[in-house]
């Protein structure tokens, strides 16, 4: 299986909603994903202005994403999450629907959530990059 992977939140650091402060791989491959956007198969954005539906969109991508190199949102071991927003509540929420998501348990381990003023393509609110331990 995977190299053992070891998630760690030290008693000296903060208390976090789900995810670790430091997660551990001993030994294995590595994919690193690109960022998964809000976009369909046709390269169209999903639900322009409806942050719900593009976190909808980015799961199901990078869910197919993590099954493309035979790993699944266990095997995640860093996420790092741009949120178009310099709201609290709106970024609290976009956390919550995505730990809620199909690749919810990608966000226990290592995680930054930003917000960010801008994404890449017009209309973008939200974008998630994730770095795995590969199964053997």
Same mark, same amino acid.
């Given at each position: 299986?995977?190299?053992?992977?070891?998630?760690?939140?030290?008693?000296?650091?903060?208390?976090?909603?789900?995810?670790?402060? $430091?997660? *551990? /791989?001993?030994?294995?491959?590595?994919?690193?994903? &690109?960022?998964?956007?809000? =976009?369909?198969?046709?390269?169209?954005?999903?639900?322009?202005?409806?942050l719900?539906?593009?976190?909808?969109?980015?799961?199901?991508?990078?869910?197919?994403?993590?099954?493309?190199?035979?790993?699944?949102?266990?095997?995640?071991?860093?996420?790092? $999450?741009? *949120? /178009?927003?310099?709201?609290?509540?709106?970024?609290g &929420?976009?956390?919550?629907? =995505?730990?809620a998501?199909?690749?919810?348990?990608?966000?226990?381990?290592?995680s930054?959530?930003?917000?960010?003023?801008?994404?890449?393509?017009?209309?973008?609110?939200?974008?998630?990059?994730?770095?795995?331990?590969?199964?053997?």
């Open positions: 299986m995977t190299g053992q992977i070891t998630r760690i939140n030290p008693p000296e650091l903060h208390a976090t909603p789900g995810y670790h402060h $430091i997660t *551990v /791989v001993e030994a294995g491959r590595t994919a690193y994903l &690109a960022g998964q956007c809000p =976009l369909d198969p046709a390269g169209e954005l999903v639900g322009r202005g409806d719900d539906a593009q976190i909808d969109q980015v799961a199901a991508n990078a869910l197919a994403a993590l099954s493309a190199v035979g790993a699944e949102p266990e095997h995640v071991v860093r996420s790092v $999450i741009y *949120v /178009v927003s310099d709201d609290g509540p709106v970024l &929420a976009a956390w919550q629907r =995505l730990t998501s199909v690749i919810g348990p990608a966000f226990t381990t290592a930054t959530l930003l917000g960010v003023a801008r994404l890449g393509f017009s209309g973008q609110l939200v974008e998630v990059d994730l770095t795995a331990a590969l199964p053997h």
